[in-house]
Antibody, heavy 117, light 112 residues
Framework: EVQLVESGGGLVQPGGSLRLSCAVS????????MSWVRQAPGKGLEWVAN????????YYVDSVKGRFTISRDNAKNSLYLQMSSLRAEDTAVYYC??????????WGQGTLVTVSS | NFMLTQPHSVSESPGKTVTISCTGS????????VHWYQQRPGSVPTTVIF?????PSGVPDRFSGSIDSSSNSASLTISGLKTEDEADYYC???????????FGGGTKLTAL
């Protein structure tokens, strides 16, 4: 059974940092691109970033470039999102998802990040 | 950059057919596949259509997808609408110009 389990969310002050993790099981993690997608409260889905199988390529939505860093550890079957210089508008549920060319067929349950003073 | 625009909401009576549009701008909708997701309240998105018109196993054939290059849009059609189809629906495609995935803003479907 495919499982993606996010962790690391919480309350952080504006300007602060947070590191999200996504533990993966049930498929060969090192064979797939992976993505982070977020959803602000009551809003739609927004793709945030993705990373190639070996970590050699990474892409980001413009709004997080220079502030967020996606990474992975294939030995630990884990995906990460390092977030810094956080803003109120980064408040959202953050999902990790397996990034297939045919879309995102597997998602985690999400972890809530709240940026507030 | 490529963008996808969806109507904010649609409503239809149970048993009827409803279509949700997804209009591309800043590029051709036919350049990359379009995928559709259903998200019920409090739940994670699930795929209902991938690669323009393919249904994952377990998705009823009441769900279908299509592309219209002339209007630069994709459509999700649900026939025989059921109350359980009430959800938010999102289209998604890929922007080859910047290697970014793009989601439409989402459409809230109400089965009155």
């Amino acid at each position: 059974e495919v499982q993606l389990v996010e962790s690391g969310g919480g309350l952080v002050q504006p300007g602060g940092s947070l590191r999200l993790s996504c533990a993966v099981s049930g498929f060969t993690f090192s064979s797939y691109w992976m993505s982070w997608v977020r959803q602000a409260p009551g809003k739609g889905l927004e793709w945030v970033a993705n990373i190639k199988q070996d970590g050699s390529e990474k892409y980001y939505v413009d709004s997080v470039k220079g502030r967020f860093t996606i990474s992975r550890d294939n030995a630990k079957n884990s995906l990460y999102l390092q977030m810094s210089s956080l803003r109120a508008e980064d408040t959202a549920v953050y999902y990790c998802a397996r990034d297939d060319s045919s879309g995102f067929h597997y998602w985690g349950q999400g972890t809530l990040v709240t940026v507030s003073s | 950059n490529f963008m996808l625009t969806q109507p904010h909401s649609v409503s239809e009576s149970p048993g009827k057919t409803v279509t949700i549009s997804c209009t591309g701008s800043g590029g051709s909708i036919a350049s990359n596949y379009v995928h559709w997701y259903q998200q019920r309240p409090g739940s994670v998105p699930t795929t209902v259509i991938f690669d323009d018109n393919q249904r994952p196993s377990g998705v009823p054939d009441r769900f279908s997808g299509s592309i219209d290059s002339s209007s630069n849009s994709a459509s999700l059609t649900i026939s025989g609408l059921k109350t359980e189809d009430e959800a938010d629906y999102y289209c998604q495609s890929y922007d080859s110009s910047n290697q970014n995935w793009v989601f439409g803003g989402g459409t809230k479907l109400t089965a009155l």
